[in-house]
């Protein structure tokens, strides 16, 4: 068998059955860049962010390197310590020369280490900013680029006076979380009465008409009455599931008593309803979707002025507004 440089041996035997079999390779598929796929703008800042996030890798690199040379020479000297107090008879004093030496050495490089140790840290949180931030753009990019992808063409809010971009960013950003919580006061918040009240009503009708006793085999054939038995599953000994076959007690109930059962539920759900707080399920949406284009238009004005203060983004923005996207692309799952 004829050997294949740079080749494993199974790809070397997988070539030759295939050589044997005349069978024909796999053509080669190159995947395009999504950059590629982009217009100008957004391909633009995808390239920008690669190579900030590289330029922060290669330097995460270098003071990763640096900092093992220093912890490997701090070790060096530390063995050479305890060498000259291993080596001498009698003790050796504290102010040897040698001693003197190699303590300070010892200094010098246990404050190199610490300094190397946190810049390797905050340069660590920097560069994994960016590669979260690249990923979650590219990702978004790819899921939503059959829809086509469009520009906003709005222009950034302008600085107040005497503002900084740091200081805008900031205001930003806790408009940003003010709208969140808002958003997540309007999820939580109740259903009217009413409309819990009509739920309720269809979904007893429901059981009801499931758990209806069936008379026909004892009108026809003198027979048992059937009663409908639903299938529930239950946990058995040592957390195997299960199922077993059982008549509905609320349907059963329901039917029996459909006015008590029903005004007692109604007394329940008058008890335990906010109809002051509450939203229909059309509000609720009116509400969400206000929320959503004022966080988005917050989320515009932090990647703007992020941008004028020099810095990226935060990772979890959404790409409309990081991007530059228009409002009618699809909205990133926030909840």
Do not use: C
Not at 247 to 272: H, N, Q, S
């Amino acid at each position: 068998m004829s050997i294949i440089r740079g080749a494993t041996l199974s790809e070397g035997v997988e070539a030759k059955v295939r050589a044997e079999r005349a069978e024909p390779e796999s053509p080669l598929r190159l995947v395009a860049d999504i950059a590629d796929r982009m217009p100008v703008q957004v391909r633009d800042k995808l390239i920008s962010l690669r190579d900030t996030k590289n330029d922060r890798h290669a330097m995460l690199r270098s003071v990763s390197d640096r900092r093992l040379d220093v912890h490997q020479r701090l070790q060096n000297w530390e063995g050479r310590l305890r060498q000259l107090q291993a080596d001498s008879r009698d003790h050796i004093s504290e102010k040897h020369p040698a001693v003197i030496e190699v303590e300070a050495e010892i200094k010098n490089a246990s404050a190199e280490l610490a300094r190397l140790t946190e810049r390797n840290a905050e340069l660590t949180t920097s560069w994994q900013a960016a590669a979260r931030l690249l990923t979650s753009l590219e990702k978004y990019l790819i899921d939503v680029e059959d829809g086509g992808i469009r520009l906003h063409e709005g222009d950034a809010s302008p600085l107040k006076a005497g503002e900084t971009a740091i200081d805008a960013l900031e205001r930003a950003a806790r408009r940003t979380r003010t709208l969140k919580a808002d958003r997540q006061e309007v999820l939580a918040s109740a259903f009217p009465v009413a409309v819990a009240k009509k739920l309720f009503r269809e979904h007893l009708h429901e059981r009801i008409e499931a758990a209806r006793p069936d008379v026909s085999p004892l009108i026809d054939r003198l027979e048992p009455i059937e009663f409908p038995q639903k299938r529930v599953g239950v946990s058995a000994h040592g957390g195997s599931a299960s199922a077993v076959y059982m008549i509905d007690p609320v349907g059963l109930l329901g039917w029996l008593f459909p006015k008590e059962f029903t005004a007692a539920i109604d007394r329940e759900l008058a008890a335990a309803g906010d109809d002051e707080h509450a939203l229909t399920v059309e509000q609720r949406i009116a509400k969400l979707a206000e929320v959503d284009a004022d966080t988005l238009a917050s989320e515009r004005d932090e990647a703007s002025y992020s941008e004028l203060a020099g810095l990226l983004p935060r990772a979890d923005l959404d790409p409309r507004a990081a991007l530059s996207l228009h409002a009618d692309m699809p909205a990133p799952k926030r909840d």
